[in-house]
């Protein structure tokens, strides 16, 4: 079921998927990448979900999907309240995993989720469980620090959406296409966010953590999960060959698997 949730002002897509069993497990809470919306994700939060026997929560954060828009995306950042138009800030991630998310997820009456992030989600998934308590978190791709291969394939992407197919390919997803795609890109090249670097935050993470990442993915290296091992030692790794930066696209039974294990092993 989809439906919209206003958060601070903000009317948020979100898709609810019940629960196929009547055992008590955590709810799956799905974070979007960067370019990613509860459409992007397509079945595989059900079909996780109906696999794991728990209720799922799928939301577009501001921007993405069909939530409201970013007002004058590209102009002067404005903050009023929890209210933004303009930029995004370099500490958005920050923002959306402590201000945002919270406030969601206490408005539908969600308590210690199992946070299941992607790319930019897994590091909004990360940057929740250090302040605040949770189940579990699974985080596929994550951006722990920025590195060069990371500025590299979102030039790239920028030049792909300016002159390439990509714009056409991400129109269906999102109401406002440009939006979405200048909020993500702008910041991610902007001069304030090279220095993005939550490491000093994993130390606080008392969950079990999952992180996956795929040896071919064009926007990290597997410094990334190796990070959050070394930070948080009680994290789980899983590397995969044959699979880049969509790890639940690329090998869809691998981490599916993978996520049914882990959660299975922790009795949850």
């Given at each position: 079921?989809?439906?919209?949730?206003t958060?601070?002002?903000?009317?948020?897509?979100?898709?609810?998927?019940p629960?196929?069993?009547?055992?008590l497990?955590?709810?799956?809470?799905?974070?979007?990448?960067?370019l990613?919306s509860v459409s992007m994700?397509?079945?595989?939060?059900?079909?996780?979900?109906?696999?794991?026997?728990?209720?799922g929560l799928?939301?577009s954060?501001?921007?993405y999907?069909q939530?409201?828009?970013?007002p004058?995306?590209r102009?002067p950042?404005?903050?009023?309240?929890?209210q933004?138009s303009?930029?995004?800030?370099?500490?958005?991630?920050?923002?959306?995993?402590?201000?945002?998310?919270?406030?969601?997820l206490?408005?539908l009456?969600?308590?210690?989720p199992?946070?299941l992030?992607?790319?930019?989600g897994?590091?909004?998934?990360?940057?929740?469980?250090a302040e605040?308590?949770?189940h579990?978190?699974v985080?596929?791709?994550?951006?722990?620090?920025?590195?060069d291969?990371?500025?590299?394939a979102i030039?790239?992407?920028?030049e792909?959406?300016?002159?390439?197919a990509?714009?056409?390919?991400?129109?269906?997803f999102?109401?406002?296409?440009?939006?979405?795609f200048?909020?993500?890109?702008d910041?991610?090249l902007s001069?304030?966010?090279?220095?993005?670097?939550?490491?000093?935050?994993l130390?606080s993470i008392?969950?079990?953590?999952l992180?996956?990442?795929?040896?071919?993915d064009p926007?990290?290296s597997m410094?990334q999960?190796d990070?959050i091992?070394r930070?948080?030692?009680?994290?789980?790794?899983?590397?995969l060959?044959?699979c880049?930066h969509?790890?639940?696209r690329d090998?869809?039974?691998?981490?599916?698997?993978?996520?049914?294990?882990f959660l299975?092993?922790?009795?949850?």
């Amino acid at each position: 079921m989809i439906d919209k949730m206003t958060v601070h002002g903000v009317q948020l897509e979100v898709q609810r998927i019940p629960a196929s069993t009547d055992r008590l497990h955590p709810p799956l809470v799905f974070l979007h990448e960067g370019l990613g919306s509860v459409s992007m994700w397509r079945d595989w939060p059900r079909l996780l979900c109906q696999k794991i026997g728990c209720a799922g929560l799928v939301y577009s954060r501001q921007g993405y999907g069909q939530s409201d828009p970013v007002p004058d995306v590209r102009g002067p950042s404005v903050q009023i309240g929890l209210q933004r138009s303009g930029r995004l800030q370099a500490d958005y991630m920050h923002r959306e995993a402590l201000f945002v998310l919270p406030s969601l997820l206490q408005g539908l009456g969600i308590q210690k989720p199992v946070l299941l992030g992607h790319s930019d989600g897994g590091t909004i998934a990360l940057l929740h469980a250090a302040e605040l308590d949770v189940h579990a978190c699974v985080v596929m791709a994550p951006h722990v620090m920025v590195e060069d291969i990371s500025l590299q394939a979102i030039h790239r992407a920028r030049e792909a959406y300016e002159s390439g197919a990509l714009r056409e390919r991400l129109q269906r997803f999102h109401t406002d296409v440009d939006g979405a795609f200048w909020q993500w890109n702008d910041v991610w090249l902007s001069e304030a966010f090279r220095s993005f670097d939550i490491r000093p935050s994993l130390s606080s993470i008392r969950a079990p953590v999952l992180a996956i990442q795929g040896w071919d993915d064009p926007y990290g290296s597997m410094a990334q999960i190796d990070d959050i091992a070394r930070h948080a030692p009680q994290t789980q790794a899983l590397k995969l060959t044959g699979c880049g930066h969509s790890p639940h696209r690329d090998q869809a039974l691998a981490v599916t698997q993978a996520i049914e294990k882990f959660l299975q092993d922790l009795r949850l």
